[in-house]
């Protein structure tokens, strides 16, 4: 088999890296771990930046986003019971975010991918990266019980954070930069009408909440939690009894509660792979970097990612740039790292930290109250939760 991209992972930013460089004329084939179903099933993201959903868009995916998504100007930040609204059109160049879940944007991408014919192949075990510092990198995999080998120009390790890509490169030619927080948080969906419009990042001092939405008939909520608590501990009853403590007035009354669709923890993590690329292999997404999910950054991160990858692909490809081929990991990884450093901050700002000095509580207490009164506190803010700018490839 041949193509001239081979896309390893139909996560998010598998599936729109390949349904954008085919939109450029770039052939392409995804080759994904697990069933269609599986990676369906999977709940994660809510919130889309702008400069996310004009890719959804360019792809082609962007009409039930554009129908069903819940555009947010705000969001709410909570202390001890003190609540700040933070505007993000008046605090960042009239820009806003939009509450659309990563379960609804991955089928939209299927389906734009099944409709243009493009080959996906899922639940093939065994992918293994060959020869990629050469000019001709190759993949070996198993489909339907035989050996696979897969001819192409370019790999892209769109495998997320578990995947082999990352791990294909020899540990001399990488660098791994982690944190790992001493905390997790708590998941529940139910069918239930979400609490507030507006997303609500709650501080308290028995630990962080969080307030999201699938629609408006759909709330998600987290909690954060020891590391070593498990599902089972948490029976509904108790999710929405420590909630209904942690959030502020009006929220705690106001909470509709009802019985959990999903319920999962999620480790909270800080992570980057430099550089994000060895020979003609490309790392993107999660493959590449983790941030915690305080931020609302990671999939937005997958999507800068595409972007940049698939803009230098298609001026190699039909202007013969190879110049630019090597600058792929310095351009993502500049603005990865803000984002890093956005997330990791709004996590240390607003959980309750492993630190039992009481010294770090009134720190996070002037911080909040810092960046929620002073005008360019709100504008730090407002302009990394919309997503810092894109730059263009010249
Ligand atoms: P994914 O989604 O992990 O997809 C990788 C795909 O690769 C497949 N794979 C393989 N395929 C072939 N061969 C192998 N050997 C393979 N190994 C793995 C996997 O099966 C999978 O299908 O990575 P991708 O595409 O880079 O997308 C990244 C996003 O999923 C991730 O950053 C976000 O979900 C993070 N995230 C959030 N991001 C936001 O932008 N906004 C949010 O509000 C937000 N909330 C969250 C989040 C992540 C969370 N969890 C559970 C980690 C909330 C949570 C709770
Ligand atoms: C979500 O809706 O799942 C969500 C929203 C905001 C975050 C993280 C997750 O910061």
Not at 197 to 217: D, P, T
Request: hydrophobic share 40%; with cysteine; net charge negative.
């Amino acid at each position: 088999m041949r193509t001239q991209v081979a896309i390893i992972g139909a996560g998010p930013s598998g599936l729109l890296l390949g349904q954008l460089l085919h939109q450029a004329g770039i052939a392409n084939l995804v080759i994904e771990l697990r069933s269609r179903a599986y990676v369906l099933e999977r709940i994660r993201a809510g919130v889309l930046e702008e400069g996310t959903m004009r890719l959804l868009r360019e792809a082609g995916a962007g009409q039930r986003m554009d129908l069903e998504g819940i555009a947010d100007e705000g969001i709410v930040l909570a202390f001890d019971g003190e609540r700040r609204r933070i505007d993000l059109p008046t605090y960042a160049e009239g820009q806003r975010v939009l509450v659309y879940g990563q379960t609804e944007l991955t089928r939209d991408l299927m389906q734009v991918r099944d409709a243009a014919g493009l080959p996906t192949y899922y639940e093939v075990p065994d992918v293994a990266i060959h020869d990629a510092t050469t000019d001709h990198p190759w993949l070996s995999f198993t489909l339907n019980g035989a050996s696979v080998r897969l001819d192409c120009d370019y790999i892209a390790g769109c495998d997320g954070f578990r995947g082999i890509s990352r791990q294909s490169i020899p540990p001399t030619a990488r660098r791994e930069y982690e944190k790992v927080y001493p905390f997790g948080w708590l998941g529940l969906l139910a069918d239930t009408p979400p609490v507030s419009r507006e997303i609500v990042y709650a501080a308290h001092e028995r630990g962080f909440a969080l307030c999201s939405m699938r629609s408006l008939a759909r709330s998600r909520y987290y909690l954060e939690v020891p590391l070593n608590e498990t599902v089972d501990n948490w029976p509904d009853q108790r999710f929405w009894d420590e909630l209904r403590r942690r959030l502020p007035e009006p929220y705690a009354s106001e909470l509709v509660t009802g019985p959990a669709l999903e319920k999962s923890i999620a480790s909270l993590r800080s992570f980057v792979v430099e550089p994000m690329q060895y020979g003609r292999l490309f790392l993107v997404g999660d493959a590449a970097h983790i941030v915690p999910p305080t931020g609302a950054k990671g999939l937005n991160l997958a999507a800068s990612d595409v972007h940049y990858l698939r803009s230098i692909l298609a001026k190699v490809y039909h202007q013969g740039r190879h110049d630019l081929l090597a600058s792929y990991s310095a351009l993502a990884l500049d603005r990865i790292w803000k984002a890093e450093r956005f997330s990791w901050w709004m996590t240390s700002m607003l959980h309750r930290l492993a630190s039992d000095n009481p010294f770090d509580a009134r720190i996070q207490r002037a911080e909040f109250d810092y960046f929620t009164t002073t005008e360019e506190g709100r504008r730090a803010i407002a302009r990394n939760y919309v997503g810092l700018p894109l730059r263009a490839i010249d």
